[in-house]
């Protein structure tokens, strides 16, 4: 058979179309001249070689032709009069195909989607590389700048998508406190073959003492990839899980307390655990009325930029009046208030 396709390509005889990509992404990736610019002469014939393979064995009926004749009769037939098929006779019956004449880099130009992709491109190193199916890094620190925005016909293939936005929910003694949460997600990506694909991911989210609701933390590229495009920034929103007993404002802390008449016009002290698991007593010997609020200086939520502070804690009061009172009761009250 003189040439063995099968065998440059490192492939067995029933190779299909993906089986081929990946096999001749792999390997003109690994002899392009600019990755072997001390053995360039030769990586150029093994890349012309690879790209011939893949040409050839891609093509359902020049592979059948290379199968059965060789490479021999491809590349030696006659072109029929417009220069770009030929035919053959099997067993009784004649079979046309088309020749290809594509040169390596048109070859990677219809595989990947852009124009010349390895034309000036010894430096691949800058993001944009994912979103064509080649490794970070791969090529050195640098980019060619036909792949850099506003370079002529390739920005198209260097757009960003918007960002995809996620809710992070936080308990109130996570923002108090400060935590590591970890947060699986799932998001559209292409695999190594450049198909659509979905992947699971967990992000690990380092939630600082006195972030608030609302706050928001971006992981750039990390969210949604489409064809010929960099993957958009994936961002998360915090929300805060509602307390049973302290709500948030600002960086004070409120929570109100059910108290009895008697307890507002006599006194009473209030017991709280506070978000980091302290036990506070504060006694209330003012009078309590409808607008009093006590106030404890430091027992609010962590001020984010200033470590050593607190907002503070705000305590309200519920009172609840007697629903029913004795002819003693109203009386004895009477003479109370009134000989105040």
Known sequence: MGVNYYKILQVDRNANDDDLKKAYRM??????????????????????NISEAYDVL???????VYDQL???????????????CSS????GS?????????????????????PSPFEGMSHMSDPRAAAY?????LFGDNVSASLRPGAGGASSYTRKGAAIERTLLCSLEDLFMGCVKKMKIAKDAL????????????????????????????????GDQQPRGIPSDLVLTLDEIPHRVFKRDGND???????????????YTVHLTTLDGRNLTIPIDSIVGPTYEEVVIGEGMPIPKEASRHGNLRIKFNVKFPVELTSEQRMGIHELLTSS
């Open 27 to 48: 390997l003109a990736m690994k002899w392009h001249p600019d990755k072997n610019p001390n053995n360039k002469r030769d990586a150029e014939a093994k890349f012309k």
């Open 58 to 64: 891609s093509d359902p009926q020049r592979r059948v």
């Open 70 to 84: 060789g490479e021999e009769y491809l590349k030696g037939q006659t072109p029929l009069p417009n220069g770009s």
């Open 88 to 91: 053959y006779t099997s067993h």
């Open 94 to 114: 004649s079979t046309k195909f088309c020749r290809n004449s594509r040169s390596a880099n048109d070859l990677f130009s219809e595989l990947f989607g852009f």
């Open 133 to 137: 199916g080649f490794p970070r890094g």
């Open 191 to 222: 695999d190594n073959m450049g198909r659509p694909t979905t992947v699971e991911k967990i992000l690990t989210v380092d939630i600082k003492p006195g972030w608030k609701k609302g706050t928001k933390i971006t992981f750039p590229e990390l």
């Open 253 to 267: 802390l409120i929570t109100t307390q059910d108290i009895s008449l008697v307890e507002a016009l006599t006194g």
